[in-house]
């Protein structure tokens, strides 16, 4: 149960977990935030033996988490190692299926994508993660859909997808079964300090005291954390998918390219997205809206151009998701210094397939004050001391008026 | 001009396309009420364009879409151009609007609708997606007036997921104007004055109405009607429901009530109820509200869109449509198995729905099967797009148009709640099933392509860990950002 293309772990997740297990007895933490990264963060902590209450202002997954493209194959990312060892034991440690699938491919139909598609490839095998260059005819015979068009590609030995809703509902399942509470429909509406610790968090469901706090509150991590003097610099923007009626089973559904992220899922509906993004302001509240926009239909280009064999395929559905950037796009994962008892989580818009290994080491740095298994200090909040505050506008990244996007 | 993203050359900005023409008026819909708004703009002087989306190809219409039609139409409706001039040839009215100058688009759908307001600036102005056989485009509106109908109720029992199961609607649409329903003797589902009339209808034009079936214990429908169909010899099967619909290859053969009654019908008819067109105005953001006396959820007050006739809500008569429905829910709920399929499209049964069960290519470990909607209510109020995405039910090629009302009746009745307790699942653009090449633009802007970039053109993002802050950051961030257009 693990990859071709990635090392052996020295471990299996289930020795992991005999591991922690009672190493956060009796600890109480609340996390801000049921999204992927706070859910899978929880269940780390409550396999820990935490007592874990999770503080949603609506339902769990409701945002970007339950709504993106289902990749998880973020070479990258310092998690990356981690989440490659755990995914494909998730179902059986969660106890929820999550659609799960291993394997990649990345496909060209222009010299460029492919010279890109290139390079990324060699600059995986340096790492030692295994990817295979593929021609055109091998392409076609993996890709039943693909067409003429296509240059080539690559296939990545490891990584995979997984199924956005059906994972998180999983995570927020698990960590109920584990004894954790989830208090949706509860924003947030400060919290109670004593002795450089939160002591408790306030919310509109009332007061939970807590020994520890994750926010991971995706874009709204920054007015919370303003709440405890902390800045955490975000910029919010909209992305949006389409998804087509089925389409016969290929036999890796984690085939994209052509600018498009995404998968065929295990119905057989192709769901992609790509392009162009709008930034946004930020509401407290969370979003006022999640509109999609005629995007869809250089979307449906793509995906037609990508898959000529499927072109004739209905289109059923788009929808948007809105999700946080960091000013240089890297995850926050950091435990502050004051309040010190206080973690902040933000996986910069690549937060789901990384969830498995995100939570690993938000319940390091809760419980330990060091992550394990990986280095993870070039992700802290300090890199951007002193940032100005007008990051966003030296990045080009003006948000919508805010007046049109209230 | 928008300048609301900045200089980010990977962000929205002006990328998106300026509508391809513009109205003062667009109409969605060439019903009576649809024309009589296009022609009245007309005679206004505005410029008008009004489309329909009928006649739909015949694969669709194979999806039920618009309407469930159940199978039952003849090979006629796989012929485009003999549809085209059914379509007109059956409302004169169509004439007089070309005649007073509205630009007329028939077998031209409106998949969606786009504003700028919460959550979205990038538009160049509020446009109407269109489509018709050969490919998509965008239109602009000063004012956009929905007319775009009610359609078939479906209520599921037992066997009711095959050909041969249809609604009044589509039964009124195959017999009058395209004169192509292929069924030969029916039963009607429901006796309010839909039904009744529906009865009537398929009398007159030869069909052998084999009864009409009513839960209630008396016929419901306006007293003149429900006498006429007396007088045609129509019998009445009173405080009784199908039970079970009984077929081979080509659908139904007969249908089994609960009293036991046995008839034999290639046709059933579903005609408990109409609901409000209402997907447009959901799908872009739309207010709606529930009125049980106008059909159930239609739209609520929309600046910019004026919505009338059935979608706007059918004729108030006093008779509350949502309570009948739901009695008439209950009781083939009662009827029904719990592996009956509720979602035909997705194969969703009522346990699975019921249990909030993931589709059956998942395992259901012992967790998973211990889960159910009774579980789900514990965690707060049951989100109706939540149930859809776990179960699936409703998300198919026909886009929910068989189910997402039924669902949202069985969740309400197991909540122990009134009709909305669980809301109406959202509709999402496109409204219709359309084709990727269909839908795509072909024809986009240069910046568009150039723009391009698959995750919000951030180079530093996809640096491996290890590189950072290394010589080869900067090497890194080049060739990645290079490749992102196309």
């Known amino acids: ?406 | 001009m928008h300048l609301n993203n900045g200089t980010d050359p990977h962000a929205i900005g002006t990328k998106l396309p300026a509508p391809e023409a513009r109205y003062d008026m667009v109409v969605v819909g060439a019903g009576p009420s649809g024309l009589a708004a296009a022609i009245a703009g007309a005679g206004e002087g505005k410029s008008v364009l009004l489309v329909d989306e009928n006649p739909i190809p015949g694969a669709a219409m194979g999806n039920d879409v618009p309407l469930l039609f159940g199978g039952r139409m003849t090979a006629a409706t796989q012929n485009a151009e003999r549809m085209l001039e059914t379509v007109f040839m059956s409302e004169p009215m169509l004439e007089a609007a070309m005649e007073a100058g509205v630009e007329v688009l028939l077998g031209t759908s409106a998949w969606g609708v786009y504003r700028n307001g919460p959550g979205i600036t990038g538009l160049p102005e509020n446009v109407v997606a269109l489509a018709d056989k050969d490919r998509g485009w965008i239109a602009g509106y000063g004012e956009l007036v929905l007319a775009t109908g009610a359609r078939d109720l479906a209520i599921g029992f037992p066997g009711w997921n095959q050909p041969g199961v249809m609604g009044a609607a589509a039964l009124e649409r195959l017999l009058t104007r395209y004169e192509a329903f292929a069924g030969k003797r029916v039963l009607i589902v429901g006796s309010h004055d839909l039904a009744l009339s529906t009865a009537l209808l398929a009398r007159e034009k030869g069909v052998d109405v084999a009864g009409v079936v009513e839960v209630r214990n008396a016929p419901q429908g306006d007293a003149a009607l429900a006498e006429a169909v007396r007088a045609a010899q129509i019998p009445f099967y009173l405080d009784d429901a199908p039970a079970e619909a009984i077929g081979g290859i080509d659908g139904v053969e007969r249908v089994r009530l609960r009293s036991g009654a046995e008839i034999a019908v290639d046709t059933i008819v579903l005609a408990i109820g109409l609901v409000p067109s209402i997907e447009l105005v959901d799908a872009m953001g739309g207010k709606r509200v529930l009125d049980g006396a106008r059909g159930g959820y239609i739209p609520g007050d929309n600046a910019g869109v004026t919505c009338v006739g059935d979608c706007a809500g059918l004729a108030d008569t006093g008779f509350d449509h949502v309570e009948y429905r739901m009695e008439w829910a209950r009781e083939l709920g009662k009827l029904s198995a719990p592996d009956t399929i509720v979602c035909q499209c997705e194969e969703v049964t009522r346990a699975d729905l019921l249990g909030v069960q993931p589709p059956r290519y998942l395992e259901r470990p012992a967790p998973m099967a211990a889960r159910s909607l009774d579980t789900l209510i514990k965690d707060g109020p049951p989100n109706p797009d939540q149930i859809k995405r776990l179960t699936r039910a409703g998300m198919g090629v026909c886009q929910g148009r068989r189910c997402r009302d039924q669902v949202a009746m069985m969740l309400a009745t197991a909540a122990n709640g009134p009709f909305g307790t669980v809301p109406l699942a959202t509709h999402r653009a496109p409204v219709r099933p359309l084709p990727l090449r269909i839908l795509a633009d072909w024809e986009e802007s240069e910046d568009m392509r150039a723009g391009w970039d698959v995750w919000f053109g951030i180079p530093t993002q996809w640096v491996p860990y290890r590189d950072i802050d290394t010589p080869r950051e900067r090497e890194h961030q080049q060739a990645i950002a290079e490749g992102w257009s196309l």
């Open chain 1, 1 to 406: 149960m693990s990859y071709v293309g990635m090392p052996t772990p020295s471990e299996t997740p289930q020795e992991t977990m005999a591991k922690i297990a009672g190493t956060a007895a009796k600890m109480k933490v609340v996390i801000v935030g049921g999204g992927v990264s706070g859910l899978s963060a929880g269940w780390w902590l409550a396999r820990s033996g935490a007592q874990v209450t999770v503080l949603d202002k609506g339902i769990v997954g409701w945002e970007a988490s339950g709504r993106n493209g289902g990749g998880a194959s973020h070479y990258q990312s310092p998690l990356f190692e981690e989440e490659q060892r755990m995914w494909p034991h998730m179902d059986e440690l969660l106890g929820y299926p999550t659609e799960h699938q291993q394997e990649r491919l990345v496909i060209a139909i222009s010299p460029k994508q492919l010279n890109q598609y290139h390079y990324l490839a060699k600059m995986n095998n340096d790492m030692g993660y295994r990817v295979d260059l593929l021609t055109g005819d091998q392409v076609r015979a993996m890709v039943p859909l693909a067409g003429d068009n296509c240059l080539g590609g690559m296939h990545y030995r490891f990584g995979g997808h997984a199924n956005p809703q059906r994972s998180v509902q999983a995570y927020a399942w698990a960590l109920q079964d584990l004894g954790g509470r989830i208090v949706q429909h509860s924003p947030v509406t400060g919290f109670e300090t004593e002795g450089g610790k939160v002591i408790a968090v306030h919310a509109t469901s009332g007061r939970h005291e807590c020994d520890a706090v994750v926010v991971a509150a995706g874009p709204q991590i920054q007015a919370l954390m303003a709440k405890l003097g902390v800045e955490v610099p975000l910029a919010a923007a909209r992305a949006e998918m389409i998804v087509t009626e089925p389409a016969p089973m290929m036999p890796i559904g984690g085939v994209d390219g052509n600018g498009l992220y995404g998968r065929q899922t295990l119905r057989g509906n192709l769901a992609y997205g790509g392009g162009p993004h709008e930034w946004l302001e930020t509401f407290e509240a969370g979003p006022p809206a999640r509109p999609s926009s005629p995007l869809t239909r250089n979307l449906a280009r793509r995906v037609a151009e990508l898959f000529p064999k499927a072109a004739h395929l209905n289109v059923i559905r788009s929808w948007a998701g809105i999700v946080e950037n960091t000013p240089d796009g890297r995850p926050i994962i950091d435990r502050m210094k004051d309040p010190e008892n206080v973690t902040v989580v933000t996986m910069s818009g690549v937060g789901f397939g990384l969830s498995p290994a995100s939570g690993h080491a938000v319940r390091d740095l809760v419980v330990d004050g060091q992550c394990s298994f990986t280095d993870v200090a070039k992700l802290s909040l300090s890199r951007f001391d002193g940032i100005g505050a007008d990051w966003r506008e030296q990045r080009g990244w003006q948000p919508a008026k805010a007046e049109l996007a209230a």
